[in-house]
């Protein structure tokens, strides 16, 4: 049979039916597409490993194993007999990069592999950050969750970091059963020490001149089966002093841990040690007895990577059952195992619904979702607080009537190689805002003014014109409504810089922290800010079942485009100054938002490359158009690496969608202040209230 992979082991830990998905099994010729299988270019884009590798292999150079599987395994174990040769006669560790290690049943491709005659190290490069304090205590970062019983400090792994050691693990395990085959031909021992260790991004750190982002090479190619292929290459004077990476020893007890309880998720391999998970596994695929999919259905599919987007067959189908109906019970919020099974009671798993949910197993949350899903057809529903003026005026922050309202929305790409000098990994830079302005609460929407914004898309730190912008533009009274915390978390970042000892502190900084400081509430004086978070209003106010249990902007959006009275006031011909002409679909404006270039979708493999991240955003339309903020960051990281900035069109890009966001607000702000309070128990009144 073809080798079992390390990502497929730990697909095959989370779930056994997600590897049969990952495989070619009975008459299906090619393993089900998953949205976790990002192309290289995405994961350029998206996670930066590829500049993590290449940063370290700078730092660290070493040979570099060729792709492939047979081949690669070959010329693997040459580089290693090579190593331990060169090893012996220097005194040194011997470090080789992707070397491929097969053995029975199993494949891993190692990320670095330090070769010597009595000791080997296996050490995995992630993207994922830590404090460069904590690497040499695991129990900091990985064993940070400490539980107080009877018997003392009971520290146990966070779950965040359970993969990655299921990863390293199954590593470990391979080796030593590759060792003890093989040992002798490369000139090690079978018992050699393995000892493995992780090389992980440094998010206190500083760029230095020679590791930020500016001393790599990125270009891409199409593979032959028509997939692009990203390419790193470090291209500066040298940085062996990185503060950027850190490298995190004395893991070998964590790592021992995982080998004896895997802590799969599971249930065939619950409290299974990862060599007795390898066997288990192994046997499954060769004997195909995969298990019932009635036995695996939980909360956690909602999440399914094999939940892919498109009309071709996917796992999760093949799993769940179609058609599925479109109040199936895993469009509940926060939906739980314990309600999926409730709704598998009632029904089977392609039609359970919401409503099979008991209603004893429904959260005080979730009753508007489960409350408007009893009746046929499904009604709205409005919660008995908000239909109170006084009270609805006082959650949406009316303003007195000469203070204006602000709508805001704000773009930010981090990245985990800075492209500054004194920058940290992950780092907050915001490059874009986009606001609208009523003149005051009650003010119709005629009087709507769509303000200058902000982008910048060509410097490497845009933050101070970003916050000088906000404050001349926003001014110093209003109520500024955003759509959740989003906002406020750029805005402390952004204090939390203007507040320390950094040298690019710009000389303005105490008056852009007096301005930030009043859109806070003031702890001490108990003083409302100016910020208002309209997705907490909406969340408490009102539910309509064509959101499918999600408060997204782009998702109450199209609600509130139902409405001709609001509707009137967007389309092309009614609208304000700076509008793009893209808000004339008829049922919900981020449909017509234009397509990306060209260029950029060849780059990442089409638009069937691009539907995950628009399923993973829980957004509608067409994937080959810039509408949630996880596609505005793989374009703005895009645009900076292949350049293009100061083409128009891709500057309308950014600002169409930035501008809609804030746009969407205004809409819904209204359809809270005029529509929602008309809402009624009854379809027939809820369709008069709508068409006005």
């Known amino acids: 049979m073809r080798p079992i992979t390390k990502t497929q082991f730990k697909i095959g830990l989370n779930c056994l039916l997600k590897l049969r998905h990952a495989r070619p099994f009975g008459d299906r010729a090619k393993a089900y597409p998953q949205s976790a299988s990002q192309n290289d270019m995405l994961r350029l884009l998206a996670e930066g490993g590829g500049a993590v590798e290449a940063l370290w292999r700078q730092r660290e150079p070493g040979y570099v194993g060729p792709v492939g599987r047979e081949d690669a395994a070959e010329a693997s174990m040459e580089a290693i007999r090579s190593a331990v040769e060169r090893s012996r006669a220097s005194g040194k560790m011997i470090p080789l990069y992707e070397i491929t290690i097969m053995h029975g049943d199993f494949l891993a491709r190692i990320d670095l592999l330090r070769v010597s005659e009595a000791k080997l190290q296996i050490v995995e490069m992630k993207a994922k950050s830590v404090v460069s304090a904590d690497a040499a205590d695991e129990g900091n970062e990985i064993l940070g969750k400490i539980s107080i019983t009877k018997t003392g400090d009971k520290r146990t792994i966070l779950k965040s970091w359970i993969p990655y050691l299921q990863d390293l693990a199954f590593q470990k395990v391979l080796l030593g059963h590759w060792l003890d085959v093989n040992g002798n031909k490369v000139g090690l021992r079978p018992n050699t020490l393995i000892e493995p260790g992780m090389i992980l991004v440094n998010k206190s750190g500083n760029a230095k001149n020679e590791d930020t982002l500016g001393n790599f090479k990125t270009d891409y190619s199409i593979d032959k089966h028509g997939h692009p292929r990203a390419h790193v290459a470090y291209v500066g004077a040298g940085c062996p002093n990185t503060e950027l990476l850190v490298e995190m020893t004395g893991m070998s007890a964590i790592i021992k841990r995982i080998e004896e309880n895997a802590r799969a998720d599971d249930q065939a391999f619950k409290d299974k040690g990862i060599s007795d998970c390898m066997e288990m596994m192994a046997n499954v695929i060769r004997k195909g007895q995969w298990p019932d999919a009635a036995s695996r259905l939980t909360s956690s599919c909602k999440n399914c990577e094999f939940r892919t987007s498109g009309s071709a067959p996917n796992g999760f189908d093949e799993c769940w059952g179609t058609p599925r109906p479109t109040y199936?019970?895993?469009?509940?919020?926060?939906?739980?195992?314990?309600?999926?099974?409730?709704?598998?009671?009632?029904?089977?798993?392609?039609?359970?619904?919401?409503?099979?949910?008991?209603?004893?197993?429904?959260?005080?949350?979730?009753?508007?979702?489960?409350?408007?899903?009893?009746?046929?057809?499904?009604?709205?529903?409005?919660?008995?607080?908000?239909?109170?003026?006084?009270?609805?005026?006082?959650?949406?922050?009316?303003?007195?009537?000469?203070?204006?309202?602000?709508?805001?929305?704000?773009?930010?790409?981090?990245?985990?190689?800075?492209?500054?000098?004194?920058?940290?990994p992950y780092e907050w830079l915001p490059f874009q805002f986009e606001a609208h302005k009523l003149p005051s609460f009650s003010a119709d929407l005629d009087q709507r003014v769509r303000l200058e914004g902000f982008l910048d898309l060509t410097s490497d730190d845009p933050r101070t014109g970003f916050l000088r912008g906000l404050r001349a533009q926003l001014g110093d009274r209003g109520v500024i409504y955003h759509w959740h915390h989003y906002e406020e978390t750029v805005l402390k970042k952004l204090r939390e810089w203007l507040t320390s000892t950094a040298s690019d502190v710009p000389p303005d900084a105490a008056e852009l922290v007096k301005f930030i400081d009043s859109l806070f509430v003031d702890s001490s004086t108990k003083q409302q800010g100016r910020l208002c978070d309209l997705h907490k209003v909406a969340n408490k106010a009102f539910y309509?079942?064509?959101?499918?249990?999600?408060?997204?902007?782009?998702?109450?959006?199209?609600?509130?485009?139902?409405?001709?009275?609001?509707?009137?006031?967007?389309?092309?011909g009614h609208h304000c100054a700076g509008d793009p002409e893209t808000y004339g679909h008829p049922h919900d404006p981020y449909l017509a938002l234009p397509s990306l270039p060209q260029s950029f979708l060849e780059a990442v493999g089409g638009i069937e490359a691009l539907r995950e991240i628009e399923r993973a955003f829980e957004d509608p339309g067409q994937p080959d158009a810039m509408k949630n903020g996880g596609m505005a960051m793989l374009f703005y990281h895009y645009v900076r690496m292949f350049g293009g900035a100061d083409r128009p069109e891709i500057v309308a890009q950014f600002k169409n969608y930035c501008g809609l966001d804030s746009a969407a607000m205004v809409m819904v702000f209204r359809y809270m202040t005029d529509i929602v309070p008309g809402f009624s128990a009854s379809p027939s009144a809820f369709t008069e209230a709508k068409d006005g």
């Open 328 to 424: 199936h019970v895993l469009t509940l919020p926060r939906v739980t195992t314990k309600q999926v099974a409730s709704a598998l009671k009632q029904a089977d798993s392609h039609s359970a619904l919401v409503s099979d949910v008991a209603k004893s197993d429904v959260t005080q949350s979730q009753i508007p979702v489960w409350d408007c899903l009893q009746a046929t057809p499904p009604n709205p529903i409005v919660s008995s607080q908000f239909k109170n003026a006084d009270f609805r005026n006082a959650k949406l922050r009316k303003s007195d009537s000469d203070e204006p309202c602000y709508f805001l929305d704000f773009e930010c790409a981090p990245y985990p190689i800075p492209r500054r000098v004194g920058g940290k």
């Open 544 to 572: 309509h079942p064509s959101m499918l249990g999600s408060y997204s902007i782009k998702k109450v959006l199209p609600v509130a485009w139902e409405q001709a009275t609001i509707r009137e006031h967007f389309v092309p």
